[in-house]
């Protein structure tokens, strides 16, 4: 418990505190188990010396303490580097804008390294126009600027079979959330002109592994974009530089990148891409095609597996992340018994429309075992499922779309860890 | 002129196409001069190796390509580096939030370089029961995400004797907006127990000039943050890691960085930066004192000096943005005319209380030259002013607070330039 400082005068307050005398400091009462160590510090070194300058970095970075902070990949699971993934360290960050550093990767190539000044976009197939972009054209058009999250299908696909990895950044770090800018691509398509029979498009990346998508036409002409900008920059490498389809709600796969081709068709091509991989292998062998949408989804980011709780009890701030590729995440309810019983959390800040959001839980922690879940609810109406509902319609053969519920077991000590109940 | 395509079969317009014949491929027709040598290419030679895995970094970065965006510094105009400044390249980003990385910079003694573990911030003076915090302790609270607008009082300062920098990243670039993390300062003066004297508090840094500034304690109770996250990470080290004060819509110099201390008073402490700095020096001599608000403001940052128009004429998005320490940006007017004629922008994206708000406006080219404005209104009714209008009032003597409208200078070559009319 904190400790009643000595009711002094200013001078003596600052002359005890500055002596190291614990009882004139008290760390907040919020924190019932708060460190009475918690000393005032001398004049810190940092405060006597002139600091770097300003023409150190024309491009900042996290402070050197902050360097452990970064994206895991599992190459050692896959073939090669080339064909792998890294994770969003989403224990790591808050708010619902994920820095463009930090964002996951999945390549099937590896990252294309594109020359913006050879690279160019293609639209063909049944237009009226075929037309050729450089990126200069593409940046002259009009833009919007929409956040969204980014999800891979895959994400959470190693859970299906029971709870495996033991982080958030690892269990769900294949989704981020910039800001994006880009031109829509109903421009694109009104400027090529779409003939009568035009029902599906190819979207075809740059990269060696020419990753291509069906995609179909009532998209294209709804929300998607041809973006170019994450949070304000030019997109990174790896995610697709210099231009990425954004197609809102939807599986990244299909979220071409380094987009190099788009073909206006009467009906989808069969790539491998939504053949042998990214289709849902349900009970009974068969598998589903074209399940396009990220279903609404959440998990506590703080704590976690990766991010224990560091005090022994009292006021405790749950932190995660939902999102719904159908639309805005209207509520999301939090247990710490393992489903028993339900609290609403508190969002915070914006709730767009297929976009990240945060939520916060407040309680005061006693110090017991916790079982803790979240569950998102989107402005469909749609309730995230337990993973024991998702089973019963789609069995344990899918590695794609487990969007249910996550379980971290919290033991008294503060540590965490991946579980699961019910 | 965009040629018209031959009419070929699919395969036609591939073959013609890839073997560079520059009549099947067209530019968008929105370009009226729009380059006929658009050629697809032959398959890149990025399309035909692997690209680098995702081991590479773990902290991602921008393209080679885009190496030559970054901050710009004056550091050559000030006594050093580290009493200088850097500015953000407001003319090489879009939408409205900031990268991290290209957040301008404005130290007093440089960067102080704050080891985590070691932070303190302690919190006295007219209260019942000072407090001292960690790290640990300011991250276990209750927190919000917000996007503001940071802006120096200094930025456009130079421009009040006229038209002088040529870019808007050297007129404008003492401007950034990211989405913070933090806690309402009112949280910790309410854990703290403010006396009924209380009426204002001093803000101190820990970098070695020591930045203070006395704040009024209503702004203290309203939207005031002490942050510590910008756009879902730690703080950088020049934007004041590992905590600062966010005071929405104020002038920069008082969102102290590496905050250490806040003491309770009942008056302000009239520090050299409220002082000998940071007033604003009237025709008269006189002073003006604690002018903590930016009023409404706006600038195009596409085209400006160092983002030319690169097509000769044709259809043409002019792209800006606008901000007010008032609330939100109610409309923005743009003039292509030099201010005879006004029409509306399109405002983009969010348009939130006091952060940047993102404007276009389109329309078709001629080629002839222009004299572009912006012209920002707040919620609150005020109209960004004319620098004429605004030396009316102020007179020429001040450096801070110059909102005046900004105007560039468009040749029929596409070339811009600093000017000033009327």
């Not at 500055?18 to 188990?33: F, H, Q, V, Y």
Request: proline share 6%; net charge positive.
């Amino acid at each position: 418990m904190s400790k009643k400082p000595n009711r002094t005068s200013r001078r003596g307050f600052l002359r005890t505190a500055l002596a190291g005398g614990a009882a004139a400091i008290a760390s907040p009462a919020l924190t019932a188990d708060s460190n009475p160590a918690n000393l005032p510090p001398n004049v810190a070194d940092w405060s006597k010396t002139l600091g770097e300058g300003v023409a150190v970095r024309t491009y900042g970075k996290p402070a050197k303490s902050e360097a452990h902070i970064g994206r895991r990949d599992v190459s050692w699971l896959t073939a090669s580097p080339q064909s792998s993934v890294s994770f969003t360290p989403l224990h790591e960050i808050d708010g619902i804008i994920t820095p463009n550093g930090l964002c996951f990767e999945r390549h099937h190539s590896g990252i294309a390294e594109v020359n913006p000044a050879d690279y160019r976009l293609m639209l063909h197939g049944l237009v009226d126009k075929p037309l050729m972009f450089t990126l200069d054209d593409i940046k002259r058009m009009p833009r919007v600027n929409r956040a969204y999250f980014c999800e891979c299908a895959a994400n959470s696909g190693m859970e299906w079979r029971g709870a495996q990895l033991n982080g958030a950044q690892f269990t769900h770090g294949m989704v981020h959330c910039v800001m994006y800018t880009g031109v829509p691509l109903k421009v694109l398509l009104n400027e090529a002109g779409l003939k009568p029979s035009a029902k599906w498009l190819l979207l075809e990346g740059g990269d060696a592994a020419a990753m291509t998508r069906s995609l179909p036409l009532a998209k294209a002409l709804d929300d998607a974009l041809v973006a170019y900008r994450m949070n304000g920059e030019m997109l990174y490498p790896e995610n697709g530089y210099p231009v990425r389809m954004v197609l809102p709600g939807w599986e990244a796969n299909i979220w071409v990148k380094w987009l190099r081709r788009i073909e206006v068709g009467d009906q989808p091509w069969h790539t491998r891409e939504e053949t042998s991989k990214y289709t849902d292998v349900m009970a009974d062998g068969q598998a589903r095609r074209f399940t396009y949408v990220m279903e609404a989804k959440s998990v506590i980011t703080n704590p976690s597996p990766q991010a224990p709780i560091n005090h022994k009890s009292g006021f405790t701030v749950l932190s995660g992340i939902a999102w719904s590729g159908r639309g805005k995440i209207a509520r999301v309810d939090v247990s710490i018994d393992g489903g028993r019983n339900w609290r609403p959390a508190k969002i915070d800040g914006p709730a767009w429309d297929k976009a990240l959001t945060r939520f916060y839980y407040e309680f005061d922690w006693d110090g017991s075992e916790l079982l803790l879940q979240s569950r998102a609810m989107d402005e469909s109406g749609y309730v995230q499922p337990s993973k024991t509902e998702l089973r019963k319609y789609r069995g344990v053969n899918s590695i794609y779309h487990n969007n249910g519920i996550q379980t971290w077991h919290v033991r008294s000590n503060g540590e965490v860890e991946n579980v699961e109940v019910g």
